[in-house]
């Protein structure tokens, strides 16, 4: 019902790749189909058209329209966006030297309040496609982030069961001060 694709170093990128663009079209029609899925830094490059590793161009699953080129440093540091998925900031960190444009076919996650985001230039993070989501967010994501878990398992459920899904809320009060705290200590080290 969710699939995620996390981050790593180049050489298991390289691996994680090949192993993936042999399940492209598996993939493809389970994005079409509204899966959902959440893809992290690396697995977020991935998805697109795709990226550098080193020198050596690497093609990724075009399923997002975006496309991932190789800046100079690295982007490095606590992140917040705003994003219409949440009432309230959705914080993590990012550690990349990706920098993805967005094309037309789909939506960034959010804007950047405080960090680099896609690429330290545009104002955006991340991509959405159907429910299909790219993030350069880690720290990690989904415990500091609740409403972001509880869009992404609300949405997989009603995928499966229809919209008649109804679960009891959950104590989520430590997760939103994490949240809380990610947020001020943002605005106490940035201008």
Not at 20 to 49: M, N, T
Not at 55 to 80: H, I, M, Q, Y
Not at 108 to 129: C, I, S
Not at 134 to 155: A, C, V
Request: proline share 4%.
């Amino acid at each position: 019902d969710i699939v995620f694709i996390g981050g790593g170093s180049d050489r298991e990128e390289l691996l994680v790749c090949d192993a993936l663009l042999a399940s492209k079209e598996r993939l493809q029609a389970f994005v079409e189909d509204d899966g959902l899925l959440l893809a992290v830094c690396g697995g977020y490059q991935l998805l697109g058209a795709g990226y550098l590793i080193g020198d050596e161009r690497v093609a990724g699953l075009n399923l997002f329209d975006a496309d991932t080129s190789k800046g100079e440093g690295r982007l490095v540091g606590n992140v917040a966006i705003e994003s219409e998925l949440c009432t309230t900031p959705i914080v993590g960190f990012e550690n990349h030297a990706g920098r993805t444009t967005l094309g037309t076919g789909c939506v960034p996650l959010g804007t950047v309040m405080k960090g680099y985001g896609n690429n330290g230039d545009d104002g955006l993070e991340g991509a959405r496609y159907r429910n299909a989501i790219g993030t350069y967010l880690h720290g990690p994501l989904l415990p500091k982030n609740p409403e972001l878990t509880d869009w992404i398992i609300r949405t997989a459920l009603e995928r499966r069961y229809g919209h008649d899904v109804l679960l009891s809320p959950l104590d989520d009060r430590e997760e939103r001060e994490a949240n809380r705290v990610a947020i001020a200590r943002l605005d106490e080290r940035l201008p």
